[in-house]
């Protein structure tokens, strides 16, 4: 199965300032990757696929990059509701596995 | 606005088999197009993915789960279920029934999440 790893496990940022979070498939994916947000106590809400396509109602400044090995998820302005736990997940290989996470906090 | 709502005994002793449906609402199970899926979330830890159906009855499971994982579904009822045989403390975990879209392969609804604690 693909391991999928993300970093950095915790991102400290100020409000306002932009977010960048990486995730590395053990090998490719081609651009068959997702990103979730998950705050406390709820499921995961999609934000993108197909590595840069953001999913509907999903605010512009959320974005996606990459194919391959390394994608990244950027947060262009940091709201107070984006501090929440992000995830990758393959759509390329079953099982679709998940990465780690990353948690993002208010610094 | 489809919603998932998950149920089923938040406590199952070890060795015994864990039971959950997951009721879809807002939409039919039978619409094809999408894939009905289970996936759950260690206290504190990532997500993992059990397994899914299509309304037709076709499975796949995750390998490390497929001895003891057995997904159906009931179209009548709009339902699918989840069994898990001979669980262990391990399988602890918040589950979790999502609808998987075909088109892009992920997941763009989920039920609420149910906690099922193994313990004696």
């Known amino acids: 199965e693909i391991v999928m790893t993300q970093s950095p496990a915790t991102l400290s940022v100020s409000p306002g300032e932009r977010a960048t979070l990486s995730c590395r498939p053990s090998q490719s994916v081609s651009s068959n990757l997702a990103w979730y947000q998950q705050k406390p106590g709820q499921a995961p809400r999609l934000l993108i696929y197909a590595a840069s396509t953001r999913a509907t109602g999903i605010p512009a400044r959320f974005s996606g990059s990459g194919s391959g090995t390394e994608f990244t998820l950027t947060i262009s302005s940091l709201q107070s509701e984006d501090f929440a736990v992000y995830y990758c997940q393959q759509n390329d290989n079953w099982p679709h596995t998940f990465g780690g996470g990353t948690k993002v906090e208010i610094k | ?120």
């Open chain 2, 1 to 120: 606005q489809v919603q998932l709502q998950e149920s089923g005994p938040g406590l199952v002793k070890p060795s015994q088999t864990l039971s959950l449906t997951c009721t879809v609402s807002g939409g039919s199970i039978s619409s094809g197009g999408y894939y009905w899926s289970w996936i759950r979330q260690h206290p504190g830890k990532g997500l993992e993915w059990i397994g899914y159906i299509y309304y037709s009855g076709s499975t796949y499971y995750n390998p490390s789960l497929k001895s003891r994982v057995t997904i159906s579904v009931d179209t009548s009822k709009n339902q699918f279920s989840l069994k898990l045989s001979s669980v262990t403390a391990a399988d602890t975990a918040v589950y979790y029934c999502a609808r998987g879209r075909m088109t892009t392969i992920t997941f763009d609804y989920w039920g609420q999440g149910t906690l099922v604690t193994v313990s004696s």
